[in-house]
């Protein structure tokens, strides 16, 4: 692959990263909803483009099975998956965390059922928030592609040794169209070393994985991945510098767009983001002082980074794409509160619920909640969430 | 057991791949098959284990009784996390990326973990053809929870989740018959076997290993917890099984089905049924519905037989 600028589909941009990130093997189940990531690599394996094992599973239950089994071998491993076939693999996806397999999902965020829905949102990726995966949001095709190498570099450095979720867009990415830059396979392999575990499953080395915890071991066993979700910070902020230095294109776990001098912001995650910035922009040309807030790196959480880009602040207008229910508000205002609570200069945070199962969230529907959003902070109504659009 | 001999012992290696020193109850014949198959699969053998009784007994933090790469992932996983380690292998060692080497890749579990939860992705890695071994340690239900019910546990058996009583004989289905549910798969070698006839057990795990392609053996493991019985009887209660046709030793061979053993006397089911707990409520009528049951199945058994031999 050489450097080329293309028109695709974001999803077929992802395989070919996957690809030219030379895997070793892919787990694939076609759960509703489907996307061309894994179909596409079927392509490619079979015309030998990519010498790798595509194991096409009897569930997605199985698929992150068949990823544990393959990355505890050492092999590098990929999969995607999206809404029920995440909460189907649900259970190894928290194994997968804990026992330390640095898995690569594309995570092709959608709602969940019922009513069975196949739209974008955030609710899948927010069922698994506590699995101990290190998880990524992005906003483009670009930054769709790009990831892919830099989770897959995160992951497998010795210092981290956690599975990362590459969280994008369902249909708002998935199946768009759009200019992507690819990387030439050098770039790709300076950037992107052969994969090297210390401890794999092999006779000459015979280790056992995946032992009984009794409750005097537990509490330690959890203590470590803690730890080590933490610890894994520097290497992710490394691993984006140096992808920054080789292709231009630099990403930082909290971005901020005409935020410096914004008396308030509003907050999003994943490709709304684009949407918020033009939003913003007109906004400003009215002599609103307002910026954008992305949050890049959900887990482990910036925090850190996330209270430097907001404290001082007025207010904070933060979208959320899923609900909790009966819960004090959306799930990324509620962790936002807990990290802004008692700390000086903290913004107030007005939270709106938006764009659930695919709803459009148009430039004009942003205009409006931001300006509620400002005039609700201002009269101190901060309470809960309010679920924007909703009809009747 | 016609190539028995009495020098099959000797042949037996004395290596110990699962060790002593795990936490297996007194008498557990599901711990002796799993001796005995690490006796016959060797060093180079990567095994993915369900949850369940032998999980539990030989992992516990920070001990392991395995001698050769062992994982453990879920209850219902250990033929997906198999199929995961077998591709992996076989990638990078196509790839040049780790030396050749044959590697025996082993998926074990329980019934419930074979015949109930993880009948779909052990379905799967059998039909999608990889190169493993499946092993389902039966001991006719989910003894590590405390005895409940499996697809597995035979028609009259009490369970604390089918318990019997007055309006109950206990387990009211027969016994999912799983050695058929993987010929089905047209996979190269199906076997049954029991640790009470170990040179059996070890030649067939031998030769299943060897097959090219998926393979499921499916090993009778006397729980003496479970079954109400001493657990000095286990070895006894093992044979029992055996020699009352309730538990024909036999194996497929690409299809080819072949009886590994048949009783010098054939003993009734009552003679089996006798002194297990879990079967002490049976009537005489009971046990005559199921000696008709176990005769008309050993005669399928040896129909098929005759006509492949």
């Given at each position: 692959m050489a450097k080329v600028r293309k028109g695709i589909e974001v999803s077929i941009a992802m395989a070919d990263a996957v690809a030219q990130a030379n895997v070793d093997v892919i787990g694939a189940y076609p759960i509703t909803p489907q996307t061309h990531i894994v179909e596409h690599l079927s392509e490619i394996v079979a015309n030998a483009e990519l010498d790798a094992e595509f194991v096409p599973v009897d569930s997605e239950h199985s698929a992150m099975s068949v990823c544990c089994g393959s990355a505890a071998v050492g092999a590098r491993t990929f999969t995607s998956t999206s809404s029920q076939g995440l909460a189907l693999m649900a259970e190894i996806f928290y194994i997968a965390a804990a026992m330390r397999l640095p898995i690569v999902m594309a995570l092709a965020n959608r709602s969940l059922s019922s009513p069975l829905s196949i739209w974008n949102d955030h609710t899948d990726t927010m069922m698994v928030r506590d699995a101990g995966w290190i998880h990524l949001f992005v906003e483009n095709g670009q930054e769709s592609y790009d990831n892919i190498f830099t989770a897959f570099r995160i992951a497998e450095d010795e210092d981290v040794m956690l599975p990362v979720a590459v969280n994008f867009d369902g249909f708002i990415l998935t199946h768009m169209i759009e200019p992507i830059e690819y990387e030439d396979n050098d770039t790709i392999a300076k950037y992107l070393p052969a994969f090297k575990m210390k401890n794999t499953l092999h006779p000459d080395n015979p280790v056992s994985m995946g032992c009984f915890g009794m409750p005097e071991i537990y509490t330690e066993a959890q203590m470590q991945r803690e730890d080590a979700i933490r610890r894994a910070y520097p290497t992710i902020i490394k691993a984006w510098k140096e992808w920054g230095d080789l292709t231009g294109r630099y990403y930082h776990p909290v971005e901020t767009y005409r935020s410096e001098d914004a008396e308030y912001c509003i907050v999003t995650m994943g490709s709304y983001g684009e949407t918020a910035m033009e939003v913003v922009d007109s906004l400003r040309e009215e002599g609103e002082k307002v910026g954008v807030v992305k949050i890049r790196l959900w887990r482990p959480f910036p925090l850190d980074e996330f209270r430097k880009a907001v404290l001082g602040k007025k207010s904070l207008i933060v979208l959320d794409r899923a609900i909790s229910f009966g819960g004090p508000g959306g799930p990324v205002a509620s962790e936002l509160r807990s990290a802004l609570?008692?700390?000086?200069?903290a913004p107030v945070i007005v939270n709106y619920v938006a764009g659930l199962a695919g709803r459009d969230v148009s430039r004009n529907d942003f205009r409006n909640i931001i300006l509620e959003g400002k005039a609700r902070a201002g009269k101190g109504d901060t309470e809960g969430f309010t679920l924007y659009g909703l009809r009747g | 057991m016609d190539r028995f001999s009495v020098f099959s012992s000797r042949l037996v290696t004395k290596s110990e791949n699962f060790t002593s020193g795990h936490r297996a109850c007194q008498g557990c014949a599901e711990a002796l098959a799993v001796r005995h198959v690490m006796k016959a699969l060797g060093r180079d053998t990567i095994v993915a284990m369900s949850t369940g009784c032998m999980e539990i007994i030989s992992s516990p933090l920070p001990l392991t009784a395995w001698k050769v790469p062992w994982i453990h992932n879920a209850f219902e996983n250990s033929s997906a996390v198999i199929s995961g380690c077998e591709s992996g292998m076989k990638a990078m060692m196509r790839k040049g990326r780790i030396p050749q080497k044959k590697i025996n890749f082993v998926a074990m579990g329980g019934d419930g973990a074979t015949a109930d939860i993880g009948i779909g992705p052990l379905s799967g890695a059998l039909e999608r053809g990889h190169d493993m071994v499946y092993i389902c340690y039966d001991n006719e239900a989910y003894m590590n929870t405390g005895i409940q019910r499996s697809s597995s546990t035979p028609y009259g058996a009490s369970t604390t989740t089918s318990p019997a009583g007055k309006v109950s004989i206990g387990q009211h289905t027969q016994k999912k018959n799983m050695p058929q549910i993987a010929v089905a798969h047209d996979i190269p070698y199906v076997a049954t076997a029991c640790p009470s006839f170990p040179f059996d057990l070890i030649e067939k795990v031998k030769r299943a290993a060897e097959m090219p392609g998926g393979a499921y053996v499916h090993i009778l493991s006397v729980c003496p917890t479970g079954w109400r019985i001493q657990p000095e009887d286990a070895i006894k209660y093992g044979r029992l099984a055996i020699d009352s046709c309730v538990f024909p030793l036999y194996e497929v061979i690409n299809g080819k089905y072949r009886i590994s053993y048949t009783p010098y006397k054939k003993l009734t089911v009552a003679e089996y049924l006798k002194g297990q707990g879990r079967f002490r409520h049976l009537t005489d009528k009971d046990i005559e519905k199921i000696q008709a049951k176990v005769d008309s199945d050993y005669l399928k058994i040896l129909k098929r037989c005759e006509e492949d031999a």
């Amino acid at each position: 692959m050489a450097k080329v600028r293309k028109g695709i589909e974001v999803s077929i941009a992802m395989a070919d990263a996957v690809a030219q990130a030379n895997v070793d093997v892919i787990g694939a189940y076609p759960i509703t909803p489907q996307t061309h990531i894994v179909e596409h690599l079927s392509e490619i394996v079979a015309n030998a483009e990519l010498d790798a094992e595509f194991v096409p599973v009897d569930s997605e239950h199985s698929a992150m099975s068949v990823c544990c089994g393959s990355a505890a071998v050492g092999a590098r491993t990929f999969t995607s998956t999206s809404s029920q076939g995440l909460a189907l693999m649900a259970e190894i996806f928290y194994i997968a965390a804990a026992m330390r397999l640095p898995i690569v999902m594309a995570l092709a965020n959608r709602s969940l059922s019922s009513p069975l829905s196949i739209w974008n949102d955030h609710t899948d990726t927010m069922m698994v928030r506590d699995a101990g995966w290190i998880h990524l949001f992005v906003e483009n095709g670009q930054e769709s592609y790009d990831n892919i190498f830099t989770a897959f570099r995160i992951a497998e450095d010795e210092d981290v040794m956690l599975p990362v979720a590459v969280n994008f867009d369902g249909f708002i990415l998935t199946h768009m169209i759009e200019p992507i830059e690819y990387e030439d396979n050098d770039t790709i392999a300076k950037y992107l070393p052969a994969f090297k575990m210390k401890n794999t499953l092999h006779p000459d080395n015979p280790v056992s994985m995946g032992c009984f915890g009794m409750p005097e071991i537990y509490t330690e066993a959890q203590m470590q991945r803690e730890d080590a979700i933490r610890r894994a910070y520097p290497t992710i902020i490394k691993a984006w510098k140096e992808w920054g230095d080789l292709t231009g294109r630099y990403y930082h776990p909290v971005e901020t767009y005409r935020s410096e001098d914004a008396e308030y912001c509003i907050v999003t995650m994943g490709s709304y983001g684009e949407t918020a910035m033009e939003v913003v922009d007109s906004l400003r040309e009215e002599g609103e002082k307002v910026g954008v807030v992305k949050i890049r790196l959900w887990r482990p959480f910036p925090l850190d980074e996330f209270r430097k880009a907001v404290l001082g602040k007025k207010s904070l207008i933060v979208l959320d794409r899923a609900i909790s229910f009966g819960g004090p508000g959306g799930p990324v205002a509620s962790e936002l509160r807990s990290a802004l609570y008692n700390k000086e200069g903290a913004p107030v945070i007005v939270n709106y619920v938006a764009g659930l199962a695919g709803r459009d969230v148009s430039r004009n529907d942003f205009r409006n909640i931001i300006l509620e959003g400002k005039a609700r902070a201002g009269k101190g109504d901060t309470e809960g969430f309010t679920l924007y659009g909703l009809r009747g | 057991m016609d190539r028995f001999s009495v020098f099959s012992s000797r042949l037996v290696t004395k290596s110990e791949n699962f060790t002593s020193g795990h936490r297996a109850c007194q008498g557990c014949a599901e711990a002796l098959a799993v001796r005995h198959v690490m006796k016959a699969l060797g060093r180079d053998t990567i095994v993915a284990m369900s949850t369940g009784c032998m999980e539990i007994i030989s992992s516990p933090l920070p001990l392991t009784a395995w001698k050769v790469p062992w994982i453990h992932n879920a209850f219902e996983n250990s033929s997906a996390v198999i199929s995961g380690c077998e591709s992996g292998m076989k990638a990078m060692m196509r790839k040049g990326r780790i030396p050749q080497k044959k590697i025996n890749f082993v998926a074990m579990g329980g019934d419930g973990a074979t015949a109930d939860i993880g009948i779909g992705p052990l379905s799967g890695a059998l039909e999608r053809g990889h190169d493993m071994v499946y092993i389902c340690y039966d001991n006719e239900a989910y003894m590590n929870t405390g005895i409940q019910r499996s697809s597995s546990t035979p028609y009259g058996a009490s369970t604390t989740t089918s318990p019997a009583g007055k309006v109950s004989i206990g387990q009211h289905t027969q016994k999912k018959n799983m050695p058929q549910i993987a010929v089905a798969h047209d996979i190269p070698y199906v076997a049954t076997a029991c640790p009470s006839f170990p040179f059996d057990l070890i030649e067939k795990v031998k030769r299943a290993a060897e097959m090219p392609g998926g393979a499921y053996v499916h090993i009778l493991s006397v729980c003496p917890t479970g079954w109400r019985i001493q657990p000095e009887d286990a070895i006894k209660y093992g044979r029992l099984a055996i020699d009352s046709c309730v538990f024909p030793l036999y194996e497929v061979i690409n299809g080819k089905y072949r009886i590994s053993y048949t009783p010098y006397k054939k003993l009734t089911v009552a003679e089996y049924l006798k002194g297990q707990g879990r079967f002490r409520h049976l009537t005489d009528k009971d046990i005559e519905k199921i000696q008709a049951k176990v005769d008309s199945d050993y005669l399928k058994i040896l129909k098929r037989c005759e006509e492949d031999a």
